[in-house]
């Protein structure tokens, strides 16, 4: 059973930075594609970004494009989200999410593991 603990989330004025980590336990990290999505209150949960096995491959929402950058280290099972110049509309739960196979899925159903979720708020 594999295992996602996020942390970095909190409370920001707009225009800062965050940094968001996932930490992965449990499985074949290496194996598994990961991903960040998020749900603000009222909506749905929503892609943000993923990637895929080697990193090689990935993706982000249009909300975020040029704004927010993810990596993976694969020696330490460590998926990040690093999140800059922060608006009011990325206010949400971030949560992590781990698929396994290779490549990355922006559909919610496609993905098999998930964090428990880290809020970041940005103020205006």
């Known amino acids: 059973q594999v295992q996602l603990v996020e942390s970095g989330g909190g409370l920001v004025q707009a225009g800062a930075s965050l940094r968001l980590s996932c930490a992965a336990s449990?499985?074949?990290?290496?194996?598994?594609?990961m991903g960040w999505f998020r749900q603000a209150p009222g909506k749905e949960r929503e892609f943000v970004s993923a990637?895929?096995?080697?990193?090689?491959?990935?993706d982000y929402a249009d909300s975020v494009k040029g704004r927010f950058t993810i990596s993976r280290d694969n020696a330490k099972n460590t998926v990040n989200l690093q999140m800059n110049s922060l608006k009011p509309e990325d206010t949400a739960v971030y949560y992590c999410?781990?698929?396994?196979?290779?490549?990355?899925?922006?559909?919610?159903?496609?993905?098999?593991?998930w964090g428990q979720g880290t809020q970041v708020t940005v103020s205006s």
């Open positions: 990637l895929s096995w080697s990193g090689g491959s990935l």
């Open positions: 999410a781990a698929r396994r196979a290779f490549f990355w899925s922006d559909s919610e159903k496609a993905w098999d593991y």
């Open positions: 449990g499985g074949t990290f290496s194996n598994m594609a």
